[in-house]
């Protein structure tokens, strides 16, 4: 059995107050408030991760006259996603349908109250569902932002919006779905009734693949979309050719600073509780983000001569990529280790990848976001065995630490990362390709050269 | 009368100013400029991008003088613009054909 980190919303309120129970019944779990009020903070900080966060550090990146545009998709497409995951996300993505995609039980969050509450990974704990649906909101409107950064200053606002729901709808969704929907703890009573919980759990769920707070469903989902992005919507004019320096590297520290904190929250809040593994994850992602900067930082010095601030910072966001499936899965060693690899591989995916693929990925979401991505759920495979410092898999069944098996744990940690590459990379270009053929991907060459600030959106970052 | 305009290293403006205040010039324009001459740019690296900058930044210096003023003038640029290594920068000086002070209607030498 897996300790995954999903679960699916059980209406335990309402299974309790069903007639039939005899006298004596246990009563129904009522939300603890420490978790509850870790679980608000969380959201908050994601919520900061996404509009300031993501968009000062894809801002400062990018030449001064696409600056809003940047920060205008990153805040539109926030909320966009937002209203479509009350809409219909919430329940494609986490009620009952099958492996691949959840049903429409919860449509315009229908029958969700106040009082109905979600499974976390503890038994007889569990959520007010409002503040889950939330927390996943925050998950499912952040992770297709992180895409624009791959066809920065050249697309058209439009072609973006529309890209953005048929991606939500055709990627995000089903990932999360297929990653984290599970009955949750209180199902596993004996092993009959695992497996019957088994045949709503999501697909990637029963694979056994491990992903504690999203390398598959955020980091490889949104950075191969990125990178079929950049190869779709094709180069910036003057690429390779023309300066297309970041206009203000100030203002993406202040952006992956935003970021790092929020990602506490991202991470952290994962755990659903704030109890032990929360404490796991919170220092798992803190050393980790601190050795891939460490990483990033030598490695730079060493190969180009000087250690640069961009550098640096690229490495934090890494190391916070490398850690976020591994986060509470892995002991303190396999997390420093994993964010030295993750500074490291992730260097060589902005330089030597990059001049490979030969695509103008922007903002790089593929070299860090993709390739940390995969590569934290690959080594998620490898730290999270006990032997390794690592938490190993929970029998919820046995009600004790299952049995690890490195080698199949490998195996599940692949079905993971591939289908994301795969369904990703191929919702991506069916969207990309309906736009091109529709309304069209890019701005004129005359908008492009003039920037999306004043062509797209009649307005001016800056007035000097 | 002679135009001077001189192209100096930024970081020089403070003393070219106080050197021209002391020769009797009685006042400057200033602008940030770019340009290249012998000195050579340099590059910048954002991860994977690298950047040549052929258009180093300089501050280009220019005054109105009496034809009596002009050797001292140049000869304090020079001095106090200088700092030996490639870079320091030129100056260029012309014929001036007229000046005329705005608020008196003053013009020529009386105007600058």
Known sequence: ?464 | MKWISAIIKPFKLDEVRMALNAVGVQGLTVTDVKGFGRQKGHTELYRGAEYVVDFLPKVKVEAAVHDDVLDSAIAAIEQAAATGKIGDGKIFVFDLARAVRIRTGESGAAAI
């Open chain 1, 1 to 464: 059995m897996n300790r995954l980190l999903a679960f699916a919303p059980v209406l335990l309120a309402a299974l309790f107050s069903t007639p039939g129970w005899a006298d004596g019944a246990p009563p129904a779990p009522v939300p603890n408030k420490g978790d509850t009020a870790w679980l608000i903070t969380a959201t908050l900080l994601v919520v900061m991760m996404a509009t300031p966060g993501l968009g000062l550090f894809y801002g400062g990146m990018v030449r001064a006259k696409n600056m809003l545009s940047v920060l205008m998709q990153t805040l539109v497409i926030f909320c966009l996603l937002g209203v479509l995951w009350a809409v219909y996300g919430y329940s494609l993505a986490f009620t009952d349908g099958n492996a691949f995609i959840g049903g429409f039980d919860k449509l315009f969050m229908k029958g969700v109250t106040p009082e109905t509450v979600v499974a976390t990974f503890s038994k007889g704990v569990v959520l007010p569902e409002y503040l889950f649906a939330s927390f996943e909101l925050t998950f499912a409107a952040i992770t297709p932002a992180l895409i624009i950064g791959g066809f920065a200053e050249r697309i058209k606002f439009s072609a973006v919006l529309i890209f953005m729901v048929l991606w939500f709808t055709f990627s995000y969704i089903p990932m999360a779905h297929m990653v984290w929907y599970w009955a949750g703890p209180d199902a596993f009573t004996s092993a009959e009734a695992a497996a019957k919980a088994g045949e709503f759990a999501g697909f990637l769920f029963n694979k056994g693949a491990l992903d504690f707070a999203g390398g598959t469903v955020v980091h490889i989902n949104a950075g191969v979309a990125a990178l079929v992005g950049a190869y779709m919507v094709g180069p910036r004019i003057g690429y390779r050719r023309e300066s297309m320096a970041p206009h203000s590297l100030t203002m993406t520290l202040v952006g992956a600073s935003l970021l790092f904190v929020g990602w506490f929250g991202f991470n952290v809040g994962s755990a659903l509780e704030a109890g032990a593994t929360a404490g796991l994850a919170f220092f798992n992602t803190l050393v980790a983000a601190c050795a891939a900067t460490v990483a990033w930082t030598v490695i730079e010095a060493l190969f180009k001569g000087k250690p640069s601030m961009l550098g640096a910072v690229s490495g934090a966001i890494a190391g916070l990529v490398v850690i976020t499936p591994a986060c509470g899965l892995v002991g303190p060693m396999g997390a420093i280790i994993m964010g030295f690899l993750g500074g490291i591989v992730c260097y060589w995916g902005v330089n030597g990848l990059k001049r490979m693929l030969g695509v103008d990925d922007s903002l790089d979401v593929f070299g860090v976001h993709g390739v940390g991505g995969i590569l934290g759920a690959l080594l998620t495979g490898v730290f999270a065995s006990p032997e390794l410092g690592g938490t190993g898999v929970w029998d919820y069944v046995a009600n004790a630490p299952a049995a690890y098996d490195m080698g199949a744990q490998l195996v599940a940690q692949s079905w993971g990362a591939g289908t994301a590459v795969v369904w990703s990379g191929v919702v991506s270009w069916i969207a990309f390709k309906l736009i091109d053929v529709t309304i069209g991907l890019r701005v004129s060459e005359e908008d492009e050269r003039e920037g999306l600030d004043l062509s797209a959106h009649g307005e001016s970052a800056y007035h000097v």
